[in-house]
């Protein structure tokens, strides 16, 4: 069990940057999978980008360059840095953990931040 809140949504012109929080109830280090999710209105929830607990990372192919995950666990913390944003890369954005409990895998997911990307 983990309950995750995202932070750090909010309204930037295009070309700026806003670095996204997600902040875990639970410490993080054991947790061998988080990322990113975004859904655009009227459009599927996507992967962005996902870390695992060894620091590997993958970014979606248009994120890629842009935006950059990373964790902390000292402070149980995950974070998408996002530069470079376009208004296509509004959304809303979801972060999750996937636990392990023996043999089953759990996703667990935030209430999302809304990110707009408008002049």
């Known amino acids: 069990q983990v309950q995750l809140v995202e932070s750090g949504g909010g309204l930037v012109q295009p070309g700026g940057s806003l670095r996204l929080s997600c902040a875990a109830s639970?410490?993080?280090?054991?947790?061998?999978?988080m990322g990113w999710y975004r859904q655009a209105p009227g459009k599927e929830r996507d992967l962005v980008a996902r870390?695992?607990?060894?620091?590997?990372?993958d970014v979606a192919n248009s994120v890629k360059g842009r935006f950059t995950i990373s964790r902390d666990n000292a402070k149980n913390t995950m974070y998408l840095q996002m530069n470079s944003l376009k208004p296509e890369d509004t959304a809303v954005y979801f972060c999750?953990?996937?636990?392990?409990?023996?043999?089953?895998?759990?996703?667990?997911w935030g209430q999302g931040t809304r990110v707009t990307v408008s002049s």
């Open positions: 999750y953990a996937d636990l392990r409990n023996g043999s089953t895998w759990s996703t667990y």
């Open positions: 639970r410490n993080i280090f054991s947790i061998n999978c």
């Open positions: 870390i695992r607990s060894t620091g590997d990372t």
